[in-house]
């Protein structure tokens, strides 16, 4: 999904301190990402959550 140095860039930050770089590829992280935390059913802070409605602003209609 990343390049290594794209991964390496993001570390372990999370959707409130980090998107990738490509605007394009913000729906298909977050969506993702959203995934990934409903799955394993993990928290969602409002920093976070600000960071993951930006990038889903970004998925299509």
Known sequence: MTTRRVNHGKGDRDASDWKPPRQAAWCEFATA?????????????HAELHGLRQMMAACPA
């Open 33 to 45: 990402y959203i995934l990934i935390k409903i799955r394993y059913r993990l928290s969602v802070d």
